[in-house]
């Protein structure tokens, strides 16, 4: 897959073509994805997705700190994955949102020269969101391309959408999150020094250093996956503010124990796959209180994975 950041550094002929966000490249997401790549292919045209970061939600509503789903590396990973042929991540900002239906259509139609546009079904785009689905399809007179719309794709009802994951996330059901993006939800980070704390009563924990614009779950104590350097270990994650050592840190800190693991692993990159969320973080009285705790949090998560691993196999 090709990915520029830029629509004006492409030029393409019959194009086909989808536009948005794609925070989180979701079931949802994955619907239109899925049709435009495959139209695309059997007629031999290049599949395209335009998006855009930083995400029009921050620019136009103000929305700050851990909003997003996916980095633009990750979602373009996923995107890759899907065989997508070219990714545009084009720079959002009020010049661009204040732009016409009409004039943001010609832009896309001048690079790209698309004959197929492929949008969910409550799609808008431009000035004041003007760019409705009867006028895109307007549009499509003028420009010559078809209009394609995909139904909604529902859980349990509710329309899939990333608000929805991240109300998922800010609760701790890590098991909707799953259902919702068909994988677990992932957090990418470098693996840096800690305090060392962990290590002196024999609980080693890898601290994550992670997009600070990174959705995170709620506080709290999880069953995870990690994987390094391609190898997957289980896993105890804590997302928290160490309550016992550290009652005054509010900034969250991640802190990963790998199950039968004992290697130096600074500056490597480690993704952490959450499964389920064991408990609330809370205030110990003593470190070995927190200790008992913290075995006790490794043996439910040793058992989890092992019925995990038990369920692909039966």
Same mark, same amino acid.
């Given at each position: ?146 209009? #394609?719309?995909?139904?909604?794709? %529902?859980?349990?009802?509710?329309? $899939?959408?990333?608000? !929805?994951? &991240? *109300?998922?996330?800010? /609760? ?34 890898? #601290?994550?250093?992670?997009?600070? %614009?990174?959705?995170?779950?709620? $506080?709290?104590?999880? !069953?995870? &996956? *990690?994987?390094?350097? /391609? ?84």
């Amino acid at each position: 897959m090709q990915h520029f950041w830029s629509l004006d550094q492409v030029y393409l002929k019959d194009a086909w073509l989808t536009i948005g966000s794609y925070d989180g490249v979701h079931i949802g997401h994955r619907a239109i994805i899925r049709q435009l790549i495959s139209g695309a292919h059997e007629v031999n045209v290049p599949a395209v997705v335009v998006t855009f970061h930083p995400h029009p939600a921050t620019v136009l509503r103000g929305r700050r700190g851990q909003f997003y789903l996916t980095s633009p590396k990750e979602q373009a990973s996923l995107l890759g994955d899907m065989g997508l042929d070219v990714l545009i991540t084009h720079p959002f900002n009020v010049g661009i949102s204040k732009m016409s239906a009409y004039d943001f259509i010609a832009k896309m139609d001048q690079h790209l020269d698309f004959n197929h546009l492929w949008v969910g079904h409550d799609f808008t785009i431009g000035r004041d969101r003007k760019g409705d689905i009867p006028t895109l399809r307007k549009l499509g007179e003028s420009f010559g391309y078809q209009l #394609n719309i995909v139904d909604p794709i %529902k859980f349990k009802g509710v329309v $899939v959408s990333s608000s !929805v994951i &991240r *109300a998922a996330l800010a /609760g701790g059901d890590m098991e909707m999150a799953h259902e919702l993006l068909r994988r677990p939800y992932q957090v990418n980070g470098v693996v840096i020094p800690g305090d060392g704390r962990g290590s002196t009563f024999g609980i080693s924990t890898a #601290n994550l250093d992670v997009w600070s %614009k990174k959705a995170l779950p709620k $506080v709290g104590v999880y !069953v995870c &996956r *990690a994987v390094i350097d /391609g190898k997957t270990w289980g896993a105890v994650t804590n997302i928290g503010v160490r309550p016992t050592f550290d009652a005054n840190k509010l900034s969250p800190r991640i802190e990963t124990h790998l199950l039968n693991f004992n290697e130096e692993i600074y500056g490597k990159t480690m993704s952490v796959l959450f499964i389920t969320r064991l408990r609330y973080e809370k205030r110990f009285s003593n470190t070995q209180t927190l200790v008992n705790q913290i075995n006790l949090d490794i043996h439910a998560a040793e058992a989890i994975l092992k019925s995990e691993v038990e369920k692909v196999y039966r």
